[in-house]
Structures are given as structure tokens and as C-alpha cells.
């Protein structure tokens, strides 16, 4: 009976037990049901595809009509390896095929929906998707788009745009409305997605995976979400290359403009919907932002490579005597050191250092940026040029005053005490024949002191190249530089000056303590080199009107026989009263009449070996050269007034010779001119974002024609033009233009100060530079007389840019533009004001 009782008792237990089994197998069912039904609606969208297009393509089991395959030229950007048929994918079915097909677009959809509903249960059921896979490739004969199936931003595949599933099982038509709304579901399920580190993890890796093909996940779940925020990522990922270069995002919209086409309708957010027939017209024709794999994957090692190269540069502040205005071949000490004799100014020459520093220059403390011109003409920040020993000499002669927190400048000079203006006008005067920003439009002043003179010649359209050495009147080039007055240190000693022959309009001293009169007036000798025959040397000094000094009479007596030795005329003395001083007017010959008539061959005639052009580190020689007798030979004519001379090609440019870049040499000058006048006025002024007006000082470093200063011509700057040695010799060409320049050797420092312009450009300098020169020396020598905020614009070949900016940007300066084509490039960066904190000391630059 127990046992009886017992069995009993287990019996109901197991009836019990089998109807708690059945309940759960229930539940466990209709939950398991529901959940695929959840999934399916919320997965599945309006126009989302879920599925890969491999699934889908099988279903559709007849070919859409010839009307169907749109224009196949709007994915000709990477077609590959497929047939002609596989571009003319229908992904833009509904704009291509117009209104007239909708109803045919319905009938398939509906039918291709009820079969997609069918398959995806059958897949769930069976899992068999080696199936889908063969029947897949049956659906798509001619439809497929470049790479079998199409990539939306969203990084899901996608087929036809009728492959799709509503939440609600019926199938939706192509329509833009519903687009949005789907796009709207997408945006909620990716958000949902990405709040899950572990899918986050799972999709990453499948995108990875993917490749930009077919997803093979086993569910449908795993492979839609992967798709959904894979394709986020893309896209944020696609924003931050497009902002990086022009080309980057010219090479993006090339590479998925027709896979953008073709899923910007499902769920995408790239573009709003009401505007896709207007991309696809604007895209048709032209490639698209959207890159390659390989594209994407090269940038990024470039830019690895970039941020690892920015470790290799140790930057370190130079440690001299000379402190933040250190200028390397002035401040050679022991260059100085080992100098024989000082008594013609060698110790102020160019001494370089035979490996050029690689330390950045410090800045003065409480550096600002400089005051805009023309109030700079006017005043500077004292903290700027923090020297007072001009004012405290100077300052009764209204050279330079202490004002507070400024540097003032009266405008006055040694021998204008009451101002420039007035001493300019007053030579004109003298002289009408000068015709100051006529005739005269290009002149040298000698021994400057802080330029005033040039700085206010500007007020009659005449520039001067003024020049003083580094010497006991202490940074008077640098006061001029600062006021946005062009000058360069330099100093009448033993060597030629840096310009060509006969190029200046009009040679200027007034009190330049230059003695003319000694050694054969040797000095004297190499001004007449650079005059321009038919100038003027206009000298305003104690000697032209002092009479009771015994020295000023015995030098006027020495002046006056060196001068007619010379066959200069002595157009004119006049006093002015104003200021109490006399200038003496002198105009070189243009012919060689008086030479050959001369009773002493004293000063001698040059040898004909003498080639009056050569200025780079040749030596003085007490010889006269020869005027040019040929009437096509430079010099020989006076340039055009100005600005007339501007335009005008010189007229020594023969068609029989070939200029720099090939042609004809006039062809070769008007051509390089409209050139640069595009450039300029296309680019420069208009699309690189430059604030003009706080430019002033500007340099071409290597400057051919002169043409990128002549179209800066209306701009309120002026133009260091430089012709470096080893190019072409244009300088001459430049000067007849009415404009000015130097040679220099870019291997060596520039004779300025640091923190001397506003803006540097270089036309395919560094290239050829770095052949020769130690390129990091160079681009600190860039550094060097480049202000804070200050710009640099390269252009050169994409090699070059990217080394360049490499180097600027380890110097903290910041790149505002990047530009390539072609294998040429564009670089426009601008200098930071950040200087390491590591120090260099420079032994020979320690006094």
C-alpha cells in the first residue's frame, strides 16, 4: 500500500511535471516568436535592407526591364573587373525610371517583399544560408551594382530598392517620404546599438571583416547591426579625412558617390532627401567625396608616419650674446675674433658659420604683434625693439623717441630734423628732373640710420632699398623693419653690395659716414657700379656746405676731383634753410665720351673681364666700368616712367633668346606675369584667408620676374624680391620694373634681423635648396626672420610640402592649407609663438 500510495503520488508528479514542460515549451515558443517578430520589425525598416544582398537577389526571379538600368555613367568611377551590365545597378531605379514605371516598381516590390518574408523564415527555420547564397547570384544578372552589392553611409548592403520589409510586413515603394521616416528608425536602433560595448566590439570587428563586401554573420541581427554602426563610424571617420585635405575629400566623393546614390534613401543622414535627384545630377558627371580602402589606409600610415617624424626633431632655443636679435652671419664672434684688421668695416661684414645654427632665435619678453602700418611708420611697441641707446643719441636729430610703452618717430633724420617730406620735396626741387615716382621710382639709401627717408618716400610712389651695418647705433635696421620700412643690414666695406649693375634710379647719403674720397675712391666707385647710367647720387653731408672745418674742406676738395674723375656732372648745390643743410646733386654719364678723354687714366677703366653683374662675395676693385654702348644692351636706355615700367617688357628681352621657363624671353616675362596675377588675385587675395592689412614686410624667396610683387602692385606692401645665387639671374629684370631685390644663397643667414616680415613666399625654393643646404637649417632660418603669426605660402612638388610640413608642424606652427595635384603642391602655414624651453648654446655666436 505504500508503495501504491507512493506511486500514486509520483504518477500526479509526473503529469504535473509534463504539463509545467508543455507550459514553458509554450512560453519559451511564443516568447522566442515574439522576440524574431521584434527583431524583424525594428531591424527591417521602411527601406532598410536588413539582409545582405546575397539573400535578397535570389527572390527577384526575372530580369528588370532595359528602362530600369539607369544611365550606367553614374558609376563609372571603379567599375573593376566587372561586366558592362553589373554598373547599371538599380539602385536609383525610382529617379532614373521617372513617374511613368511606378506602378510597374509596385508590382515587383509587393512581390519581392511577400518572397523576402518567405525566405527569411525559411532561414531562420534552417540556417541555410549556402542556399540563399547560389539562389542569391540568380536575381541580379544585370543589376548588380560595382561590387555585387551596394554600400550605404550606414555601412549596411543594400540590392534593389524594393528588396525591403515594412515593420508591419508590407513591402513599401521607393519613395523619398518614406526615406525619412525609415532614416528616422535607423537612427533610434543605432543609438540603442551603440549604448552595448559588446556589440559595439562584435560590429567593429565585423566591419573590419567585411572589407566593403558581403557581411557573413549567421543571424540576422549580427549581421544588420554590425552594418548600422559601422557605418557611423565610417561616416565620422569619413568628416575628419574630408576636413584634413582638399584632395582627401575630392578622393572620397570619387570612390562611393554611386553606392551614395543608391542608399541614401535608407536610413543614411549624409544628405536630406528632398535633395537627391539634385546629387545625382550634380554627381553624374564628376567623381564624388568618398575614398578607397586603399586611400583611406595610405592617409592613415602617412599620418602615422607624420606624428612619428614630429619625435625626431629636438628643438632647442639658441644661447648668444646677442640674444632675440641674433642674425648668424653678423654675430660670427669667432669669425670676428680671427679677423687681420678691422679699419674697412670687415668686422660688420658677412662672416656665416660653416654649419648654419638649428636653434630657434627667443623672443624679446613682452613681445606683441607689431602695429599695423601706416600708424607703424609712426611708432612701434617699445617691448618689440627694447633698445634706447638710438633715442637717447638720436633724439634731439627726432630720430626715434621713448614714449611710454612705444618707440615714436618724429620723422626726422640727421639732415631733416623737420621731417622727410620736407627734404624729399626740397630735392625734388633742386633737381625737377628727378620726378620722384616718375622717372626716379627705385633708389639706394646709404646708411639709413631708421629710414626714415624711405619710409616717407613712399608718400611720392618710390621705393628705397635702404641699408646700414649692425654697428655701435644700436638696431637701426631693426626699427626700420619694425616701422614696415624695407631695409637689410649691411655696410660699404671690402666687398661688392648684394644688387646688380646699374639698377638704381638714384644712390642717397645724408651723413652716411662713408669716407668716398679714400683708397682711389674704391667705395665711391662700386656706388657708381649699381647707378643706372643717366642717376642721380644725391649726398647731403657736412662737406657740401661747411666751409670753416678744415677736414670738410679737404674732403669736398677730394670729392670734387674724384667725381670729375669719374665724369659725373654736378647737376646742382642748394642750401636748404628749413633745416640748415646743403645737398650736392650728381648724374653719372651715359655714354663713354668722357672716359676715353680723359687727361689720367685715374681711376682705370675696368678689364673687359670685369663682369660689372657679379655681386656675390667679389671683392672692391678701383675701377671704373664702362657705360653700355650697345643701344640693345641693358642700361643703355632709361626705363619707361612708372608705372608704365611695371607691365613693360624690358626692352634688352630678345625673342631669338629662350627666358627660364623655355620660351621666347618676352613670352617667357608675360607669361610668368599673368600667371602670378591669377594666382594672386584668385588665390592669395581672395581664397586663403589672409588678413592683408596686417601685412606689410613680404619677401619672394625666389623670386624670377618679379611677377608675384608686381600683382601685389594695388596691396599696401612692399616686396623683398631675392634671386637666390644658383638661379637664373633675373635681378636686373626686377629693377627695371621699378621693383627691388637681393641676391642671397639660402644655405646662409639672411643679413636681417629675426621676426623682420609679415609673410614669406616661396615658388619651388626648398626643393632645389635642400639639394645643397641642410633643409631643417633652412626652415629655421624661415623661423628666424619670420614674425609670430606670421604666414609662409610653398609651393613645390608634394614631396617637399610633406617634409615641410613635417618640420612646421613639430615647431608647433599651424597649417591652414594643403593643397596637391598633380604631383605639385601647396603649403600656407603660419608661425606660432611658441619657443622650447631646452637651450642651445652657440659657442662662436658668444661674444
Known amino acids: 500500500m505504500a508503495l501504491g500510495k507512493y506511486t500514486r503520488i509520483d504518477t500526479r508528479r509526473q503529469s504535473t511535471n509534463y504539463c509545467s514542460t508543455v507550459t514553458i515549451v509554450v ?22 535592407v536588413d539582409v545582405p544582398a546575397q539573400e535578397n537577389k535570389h527572390d527577384v526571379k526575372e530580369p528588370l526591364p532595359e528602362s530600369k538600368a539607369s544611365n550606367p555613367k553614374q558609376f563609372e568611377d571603379s567599375p573593376g573587373d566587372l561586366p558592362e551590365d553589373a554598373t547599371k545597378g538599380d539602385t536609383n531605379v525610382s529617379q532614373t525610371r521617372g513617374e511613368d514605371n511606378s506602378n510597374t516598381q509596385e508590382n515587383q516590390e509587393v512581390k519581392v517583399g511577400e518572397k523576402q518574408e518567405e525566405k527569411s523564415e525559411e532561414k531562420q527555420d534552417e540556417g541555410n544560408k549556402s542556399d540563399d547564397v547560389s539562389n542569391n547570384e540568380k536575381q541580379n544578372g ?3 551594382t560595382e561590387d555585387g552589392d551596394s554600400k550605404t553611409p550606414d555601412g549596411e548592403t543594400n540590392t534593389d530598392s524594393g528588396d525591403t520589409k515594412t515593420n508591419d510586413g508590407e513591402n513599401n515603394g521607393t519613395g523619398q517620404g518614406d526615406s525619412e521616416e525609415n532614416s528616422k528608425e535607423n537612427k533610434s536602433e543605432l543609438d540603442e546599438t551603440e549604448k552595448n560595448p559588446a556589440t559595439d566590439e562584435t560590429e567593429m570587428k565585423s566591419d573590419e571583416n567585411s572589407g566593403g563586401t558581403e557581411k557573413k554573420s549567421d543571424t540576422d541581427d549580427t549581421e544588420t547591426k554590425p552594418d548600422e554602426n559601422s557605418g557611423d563610424m565610417e561616416e565620422e571617420k569619413t568628416e575628419n579625412q574630408t576636413n584634413e585635405k582638399v584632395d582627401v575629400k575630392d578622393n572620397k566623393e570619387s570612390e562611393k558617390t554611386s553606392d551614395e546614390q543608391a542608399n541614401n534613401q535608407s536610413g543614411g543622414e549624409v544628405f536630406p532627401s528632398g535633395a537627391q535627384s539634385e546629387i545625382l545630377n550634380e554627381t553624374a558627371t564628376q567623381s564624388g567625396s568618398w575614398s578607397t580602402q586603399a586611400a583611406e589606409s595610405k592617409n592613415e600610415k602617412e599620418a602615422q608616419l607624420s606624428s612619428n617624424h614630429l619625435d625626431t626633431y629636438n628643438w632647442k632655443t639658441c644661447n648668444v650674446t646677442a640674444g632675440p636679435d641674433y642674425i648668424p652671419c653678423l654675430d660670427n664672434w669667432q669669425a670676428i675674433r680671427r679677423l687681420r684688421s678691422t679699419k674697412h668695416y670687415e668686422h660688420r661684414e658677412r662672416h656665416c658659420p660653416q654649419e648654419p645654427p638649428t636653434c630657434l632665435v627667443p623672443l624679446p619678453e613682452g613681445y606683441k604683434r607689431p602695429i599695423e602700418w601706416p600708424k607703424s611708420r609712426e611708432k612701434i611697441w617699445y617691448n618689440n625693439v627694447p633698445h634706447t641707446k638710438l633715442a637717447e643719441v638720436k633724439g634731439h636729430q627726432n630720430w626715434v623717441k621713448v ?46 640710420g631708421v629710414a626714415s627717408f624711405g619710409g616717407f618716400l613712399f608718400d611720392r610712389d618710390v621705393i628705397t632699398m635702404s641699408f646700414a651695418p649692425k654697428d655701435e647705433h644700436e638696431a637701426q635696421v631693426q626699427f626700420a623693419l619694425e616701422r614696415g620700412i624695407p631695409a637689410i643690414s649691411a655696410v660699404m666695406g671690402t666687398q661688392r653690395l648684394p644688387f646688380p649693375g646699374r639698377v638704381f634710379d638714384i644712390v642717397h647719403c645724408a651723413r652716411c659716414r662713408v669716407p668716398w674720397h679714400i683708397e682711389g675712391g674704391k667705395l665711391l666707385l662700386e656706388l657708381n657700379r649699381v647707378l643706372r647710367p643717366g642717376g642721380f647720387f644725391v649726398w647731403s653731408a657736412t662737406p657740401v656746405y661747411q666751409k670753416k672745418v678744415a677736414e670738410d674742406v679737404e674732403i669736398w676738395k677730394a670729392m670734387t676731383e674724384l667725381t670729375k674723375a669719374l665724369c659725373w656732372e654736378l647737376v646742382s648745390i642748394n642750401k636748404d634753410t628749413l633745416n640748415g643743410v646743403g645737398i650736392a646733386t650728381y648724374r653719372k654719364p651715359t655714354s663713354n665720351d668722357c672716359y676715353e678723354k680723359r687727361s689720367q687714366q685715374e681711376p682705370p677703366l675696368c678689364e673687359t673681364s670685369d663682369d660689372p653683374m657679379a655681386a656675390w662675395n667679389v671683392p672692391l676693385q678701383a675701377c671704373i666700368h664702362k657705360v653700355p654702348a650697345d643701344s640693345a644692351e641693358r642700361g643703355s636706355q632709361w626705363p619707361e616712367q612708372w608705372p608704365v615700367r611695371l607691365e613693360k617688357t624690358p626692352y634688352w628681352m630678345l625673342s631669338s633668346k629662350a627666358g627660364v621657363y623655355g620660351k621666347p624671353e618676352p613670352e617667357d616675362f608675360t607669361a610668368d606675369s599673368e600667371h602670378w596675377k591669377r594666382v594672386v588675385s584668385k588665390s592669395y587675395l581672395n581664397g586663403m584667408g589672409i588678413k592683408w592689412s596686417s601685412v606689410r614686410n613680404v619677401m619672394d624667396m625666389r623670386a624670377i620676374y618679379g611677377g608675384f610683387a608686381a600683382a601685389l602692385k594695388d596691396i599696401n606692401v612692399w616686396v623683398m624680391n631675392v634671386v637666390p645665387i644658383d638661379s637664373p639671374d633675373t635681378l636686373p629684370i626686377i629693377y627695371e620694373r621699378g621693383l627691388f631685390g637681393i641676391y642671397h644663397d639660402w644655405c646662409e643667414s639672411f643679413s636681417t634681423y629675426p621676426r623682420s616680415y609679415d609673410l614669406l613666399h616661396a615658388d619651388h625654393l626648398f626643393s632645389k635648396v635642400k639639394k645643397r643646404c641642410n633643409l631643417v637649417a633652412v626652415v629655421v632660418e624661415v623661423d628666424r626672420i619670420l614674425r609670430p603669426e606670421g604666414k609662409l605660402i610653398v609651393r613645390d612638388n608634394v614631396e617637399t610640402i610633406s617634409e615641410l610640413e613635417n618640420i612646421v608642424r613639430s615647431m608647433h606652427w599651424e597649417v591652414r592649407m594643403t593643397y596637391s595635384k598633380d604631383k605639385e603642391g601647396l603649403l600656407y602655414v603660419e608661425k606660432s609663438i611658441w619657443r622650447p624651453k631646452e637651450v642651445e648654446t652657440i659657442t662662436y655666436a658668444i661674444a
Not at 27 to 48: D, E, I, K
Not at 424 to 440: L, M
Open 142 to 144: 544585370e543589376n548588380n
Open 27 to 48: 512560453f519559451v515558443a511564443l516568447c522566442l516568436v515574439g522576440v524574431w517578430m521584434m527583431t524583424s520589425s525594428s531591424v527591417v525598416p521602411g527601406q532598410s
Open 403 to 448: 614714449t611710454g610703452e612705444y618707440l615714436t618717430f618724429p620723422g626726422g633724420g640727421t639732415q631733416f630734423k623737420h621731417g622727410a617730406l620736407h627734404y624729399i620735396d626740397f630735392i625734388n626741387e633742386s633737381v625737377p628732373d628727378i620726378a620722384w615716382g616718375k622717372r626716379t621710382r627705385v633708389i639706394l639709401d646709404v646708411g639709413c
